[in-house]
């Protein structure tokens, strides 16, 4: 599979890198992500349960989860995403292919390795459902992270993003500081950031204003996209978490593996929304200063959701020479066969059923700003290039 990898993005992307419109990143210096700031406690909290099993959030504490009309707010806006192409803590490129390994949480329930991906006939499966790939395939592609974490986005597709835009994730992150629109979390009625039953979040999507002067220290104003609220009103946005908590020291946006939620994806200053089955966002926060220090988002995607917003994505963002090549058709059959999940089913998983759903895990890097107020009108994005399927 890697080699198979390797062929596809030598002989389409790197051969058409000088056709690529990607805003003239590939000829500026690499940028560095901007490292996570560290915790003051010598024992920071992690987005899991502080235990060694299957990486999982933390359950809801005991109590009530009902409002105490004396909580605080706070207004979080994702600063940076962290797909495991570079270390969020130095920004160095990630050589080893490994970071994605600590992303995301175990969504199946089983722990997937080469031991556990057993052959069923010219096919695969290692217990969640049936791979269309091969033994020797899956046993490099479809094993699980660290603490049996599923996240095959990161370590598969996110290598192929990587393989013709090594800089995609410090590029994207750099467009976030300077203003790109991102994701804005309000978490409402915290009376306690170690244990708290009842922390509902409203999630809004900011305008872009590239006119700089972000300070990224609680300080910021950033207005609302219009079209991520109901009748300009910010008190009815299109999402949010009403089942939130904080537990054990970490804010867990609702009940694991059944929240869905539309996750917005960035690229060259282009943002759309995927749809997911289920998306499981936990933030951590340092016990002394109430600052997030850690986050990880863990996804279920179906395969044709994350296949028609990757096009979408693509034809917004790259020159059309590249993607009528035929470029964009070849990495999204290799999505495809990127599955590992099954829909609808509990823990996304049925031994007998064929795969047809992505797991995705993202680190992500938090920052307080002030609570927004104001909600603008953002102007639809045209597809810079139509490009239909091969098979249409």
């Known amino acids: 599979m890697k080699m198979l990898y390797g062929i596809v993005i030598a002989t389409l992307f790197f051969s058409c890198s000088n056709i690529l419109n990607l805003d003239s990143y590939n000829s500026d210096p690499p940028v560095v992500d901007s490292p996570v700031k560290p915790s003051s406690s010598s024992n920071p909290a992690e987005p899991d349960a502080p235990d060694e099993g299957p990486a999982r959030p933390p359950s809801p504490p005991p109590g009530l989860a009902a409002a105490s009309g004396t909580g605080a707010t706070l207004a979080l806006a994702a600063k940076a ?13 990630d050589l080893t292919r490994s970071l994605w390994r600590d992303y995301g949480y175990d969504l199946d329930g089983i722990c997937t390795d080469a031991e556990t991906i057993q052959a069923v006939g010219p096919k695969s499966s290692g217990g969640t459902c049936i791979f269309e790939q091969s033994v020797d395939s899956a046993r490099s592609a479809l094993r699980d992270g660290n603490r049996c974490r599923d996240n095959v986005f990161a370590s598969q597709i996110g290598e192929i993003l990587a393989g013709f835009n090594g800089n995609f994730q410090s590029d994207t992150n750099r467009d976030i500081i300077i203003g790109s629109q991102t994701l804005v979390l309000v978490l409402e009625d915290i009376d306690s950031y170690e244990n708290d039953p009842y922390v509902p979040a409203k999630a809004y999507v900011t305008t872009q204003n590239l006119s700089g002067g972000f300070l990224w ?31 054990k020291g970490v804010w867990v946006n609702g009940p694991f593996n059944e929240t869905p939620f539309n996750l917005p994806l960035l690229l060259n200053k282009n943002i759309v929304t995927l749809p997911t089955l289920s998306t499981t966002i936990g933030i951590a926060f340092d016990p002394a200063t109430k600052d997030p220090i850690s986050s990880t988002l863990a996804s279920a995607v179906s395969v044709d959701e994350l296949v028609s917003t990757l096009r979408t994505l693509a034809e917004r963002s790259f020159s059309c020479a590249l993607l009528k090549m035929g470029a964009l058709d070849a990495y999204l059959a290799t999505v495809r066969t990127n599955v590992d999940l099954v829909n609808g089913e509990p823990n996304f998983t049925n031994a007998a059923s064929a795969c047809n759903t992505i797991s995705l895990g993202i680190k992500l890097q938090w920052s307080p700003i002030l609570v927004p107020t104001r909600v603008e009108p953002v102007k639809p994005v045209s597809p810079a290039c139509k490009v239909l399927p091969a098979s249409q």
């Open 217 to 247: 220290n609680g300080s910021d104003v950033r207005e609302i996209d219009s079209s991520t609220v109901t009748g300009d009103d910010l008190q009815t946005p299109k999402q949010s978490f009403p089942y939130g908590y904080i537990s």
């Open 81 to 93: 995403f962290y797909f495991g192409i570079h270390d969020p803590t130095t920004g160095a490129r």
